[in-house]
């Protein structure tokens, strides 16, 4: 039998926060989105209704270098050098975000040192909202340039990965060739070359790559029909993005926010609504299993 996400996860805890971990009732262990692991307090459970003290041991430091070195088969000091970005991406799509005292050279994050706390985040891959999606987002048998619009916590990342695999398994029209510029290993959740979740058998992957760069890359070397990516934070990403758009790929990405009026507040939204790229928004509510997806045609 094949481990659920959940038991995946508590498979990398010390052996009395298993036990402890094991007894939280089965809906509870389904509907779990993170283990937070803090120093010096009670571990929590994180699902749609909150945080959930778990076991009556306080975190210490040497549990959150046990759960560090278990997840990553190394030493936490070797991990901690290699976590310039925050977070260690595990087999199964699982990814640990960590915190601490961070170690600056040259004006960027070298490692960090002295871990005060862990958010071990649960991957589990929902598929079906593509289907419902997608025949809004086409016209033929072209996508229409989409924009993903959310705040934060209402899925926006796991839409945009099961969007890419209907489009690159052929879900609503012909397989496309996606290309995915995964800067921050969220949507396919790359493991040792592996991708760890499923987005589609016509899909060509680049992480760990700035999205501006990663565009580039990708319209010079794997002839891509769409590009994806998650999150437009920089205005080299919108600039970017003209560009591919000007190649003939279509795009399909997300950003924050909670209404659309935020792209009139913020300068980057605004240069993106102002390049006229995006044909399709599709508008996230809510959390959990009481999300709610709804299209608008760009005119």
Not at 49 to 63: A, I, K, S
Not at 201 to 210: F, P
Request: aromatic letters at 4%; hydrophobic letters at 40%; glycine letters at 10%.
């Amino acid at each position: 039998m094949v481990d659920s996400p959940f038991q995946q996860v508590v498979a990398l805890m010390p052996q009395h926060l298993r036990c402890a971990l094991k007894q939280l009732p089965q809906e509870k262990r389904e509907r779990a989105e993170e283990i937070r692991l803090r120093q010096g307090f009670l571990p929590t459970v994180l699902d749609g209704d909150g945080e959930q003290d778990v076991g009556e041991l306080v975190v210490t430091g040497e549990l959150l270098r046990q759960v560090l070195e278990q997840a990553s088969q190394a030493s936490a000091h070797t991990v901690l050098d290699q976590v310039q970005r925050g977070f260690l991406t595990l087999r199964g799509g699982h990814r640990i975000g960590i915190c601490g005292t961070a170690v600056v050279r040259d004006g960027k994050v070298a490692t960090l040192r002295e871990i005060s706390s862990l958010s071990v985040r649960i991957a589990r891959p929902v598929v079906g909202q593509a289907e419902a999606l997608l025949p809004q987002l086409m016209e033929g048998e072209r996508l229409q340039n989409t924009l993903i619009f959310a705040p934060p916590g209402a899925g926006k990342t796991t839409l945009l990965r099961d969007l890419v695999r209907g489009l690159s398994d052929g879900v609503a029209a012909p397989p496309l060739r996606l290309a995915v510029a995964d800067e921050r290993g969220e949507i396919a959740a790359m493991w040792q070359g592996t991708p760890q979740m499923y987005v589609g058998r016509h899909t060509d992957i680049l992480d760990g790559c700035g999205k501006a760069a990663a565009v580039s890359i990708l319209l010079r070397g794997m002839n891509p029909q769409v590009i994806a990516m998650d999150e437009i934070t920089q205005m080299e990403d919108v600039e970017a993005m003209v560009q591919a758009v000007g190649c003939g790929v279509s795009l399909l990405a997300t950003a924050h926010g909670a209404c659309m009026e935020d792209f009139q507040r913020r300068p980057v939204y605004r240069r993106l609504w102002q390049s006229g790229v995006f044909r399709r928004v599709v508008l996230l509510r809510g959390s959990g299993t009481n999300r709610t997806a709804r299209v608008e045609v760009v005119a």
